[in-house]
């Protein structure tokens, strides 16, 4: 069993859709997690960090920990053709050297 | 602005041959790390390193290596390529102590 479990979709939605994406991990000393997004051909690009558990949002999107459930999410309201990507959960421990764990990533199309 | 660049961004080598990759970053980050990305595994860490002349070793080092001769290059070697090694490396940096990763643009090496 992998660390960091992504459902690889693909998931295709309609434009204005609210989109959660999420993840599930096993490791309980994770305590840092973030959300890149990657566009076909290109690197990651961070969109969300959050430390512990809550909530933190910017602007359509938001991201949910619960460390009780070992369970992070991410959402996207009003979703638009360029929210169309992969988008990867990572993660990191306390004192893990600032190694990041990834999920594998879930591909979003967002259709018009 | 301060960026992380990648060369080449496109690699075609035949097996057994070695193979240099760069990754150049400007952002005077004392942690660099090499990932590559390949489906259904996602990004998997090679090797990374915290500083000058500091080097470790990933979770799939085997038939690379690194070397730190200063803050902003971490170049990869593959010391005899394998068609196993086709995939696309990430080179991605942080700031010491901190756990968010600003990644590369990617080198696709095709290994034939």
């Known amino acids: 069993q992998k660390e960091v479990e992504q459902d690889p979709g693909p998931l295709s939605v309609p434009e204005g859709a609210i989109v959660s994406l999420n993840c599930t991990y096993s490791n309980s000393a994770f305590q840092y997690f973030m959300w890149y997004r990657q566009y076909s051909r290109k690197g990651p690009e961070l969109l969300m960090y959050?430390?512990?558990?809550g909530n933190k949002e910017d602007g359509r999107f938001t991201a949910q920990v619960d460390k009780s459930s070992k369970y992070i999410s991410l959402f996207i309201r009003d979703s638009q053709p360029s929210d169309s990507a992969t988008y990867l959960c990572?993660?990191?421990?306390?004192?893990?050297?600032?190694?990041?764990?990834f999920g594998t990533g879930t591909q979003l199309k967002v259709e018009l | 602005d301060a960026e992380i660049t990648q060369s080449p961004r496109h690699k075609i080598t035949e097996t057994g041959r070695q193979v240099t990759l760069a990754c150049h970053q400007t952002w005077n980050h004392n942690n660099m790390f090499w990932y590559r990305q390949d489906l259904g595994h996602g990004l998997r860490l090679i090797h990374y390193?915290?500083?000058?002349?500091?080097?470790n070793k990933g979770e799939v080092s085997d038939g690379y290596s690194v070397s730190r001769s200063n803050t902003e290059d971490l170049p990869l070697t593959l010391e005899s390529a394998a068609s196993s090694q086709t995939s696309v490396y990430f080179c991605?940096?942080?700031?010491?102590?901190?756990?968010?990763?600003?990644f590369g643009p990617g080198t696709r090496l095709t290994v034939t």
């Open positions: 390193s915290y500083g000058v002349h500091d080097t």
């Open positions: 990572a993660m990191s421990e306390t004192g893990g050297g600032n190694k990041l764990t």
């Open positions: 959050t430390y512990s558990s």
């Open positions: 991605a940096s942080s700031e010491g102590g901190q756990y968010v990763q600003y």
